[in-house]
């Protein structure tokens, strides 16, 4: 399994940036995804999930109707959309693959993350 | 949303030890739960799943325990390499959301 993500950088209050996560090595369309991100220096925050057979998409109250999840089960892709960026989304983005496709599951694998500065 | 209190926020101990951090749910989340693992500077890494469940390739002195509204992971011999950050995790309602982590330091 590897999960890749890119697409991190730094961008000005206000700015958006668009967050994917290049899955390998397993069935991508049979697991639910998440996105969980990390502060410097804090602890982990749950972001955004997303169900591979019916869409269903959830979020954090802290992102919500910022941040869009998305995923391609044709190309392996999990996306964030993060608009409205605020100095507290400042974090690293980490991809993550829970254990089966449906609630309840934990994230058994992992990306390396990638790193959102949010500042002018 | 599902609070979740984790403690201690610190703890040192020596090598061989026992050692146990505790999380406690602001509402029964049954055994919707895990324990992450994370060294620094590295991706969190999963230890146990459905409150119990050992994840493979982890070590047998890693177990989890309770349901409902608390649980404990416990480490039943410290070793160097067990020094990190551990986070519980709530499963069962969305947001999901996840302890403030323990920080593990060997004496």
């Known amino acids: 399994v590897q999960l890749l993500e890119s697409g991190g950088g730094l961008v000005q209050p206000g700015g958006s940036l668009r967050l994917s996560c290049a899955a390998s090595?397993?069935?991508?369309?049979?697991?639910?995804m998440d996105w969980v991100r990390q502060a410097p220096g804090k602890g982990l925050e749950w972001v955004s999930g997303i169900i591979s057979s019916d869409g269903r998409t959830y979020y954090a109250d802290s992102v919500k109707g910022r941040f869009t999840i998305s995923r391609d089960n044709f190309e392996n892709t999990l996306s964030l959309q993060i608009n409205s960026l605020r100095a507290e989304d400042t974090a690293v983005y980490y991809c993550?693959?829970?254990?089966?496709?449906?609630?309840?599951?934990?994230?058994?694998?992992w990306g390396q993350g990638t790193l959102v500065t949010v500042s002018s | 949303d599902i609070q979740l209190t984790q403690s201690p926020s610190f703890l040192s101990a020596s090598v061989g030890d026992r050692v146990t951090i505790t999380c406690r749910a602001s509402?029964?989340?049954?055994?919707?739960f895990a324990w992450y693992q994370q060294e620094p500077g590295k991706a969190p890494k999963l230890l146990i799943s459905?409150?119990?469940t050992l994840e493979s390739g982890v070590p047998s002195r890693f177990s989890g325990s309770g349901s409902g509204t608390e649980f404990t992971l416990t480490l039943s011999s410290l070793q160097p390499e067990d020094s990190a950050t551990y986070y519980c995790?709530?499963?069962?309602?969305?947001?999901?959301?996840f302890g403030g982590g323990t920080k593990v330091e060997i004496k």
């Open positions: 993550a693959k829970r254990a089966r496709d449906g609630h309840n599951s934990a994230a058994d694998y």
């Open positions: 459905a409150a119990i």
């Open positions: 090595g397993f069935t991508f369309s049979n697991y639910a």
């Open positions: 995790q709530q499963l069962s309602t969305y947001p999901l959301t």
């Open positions: 509402q029964d989340v049954r055994n919707y």
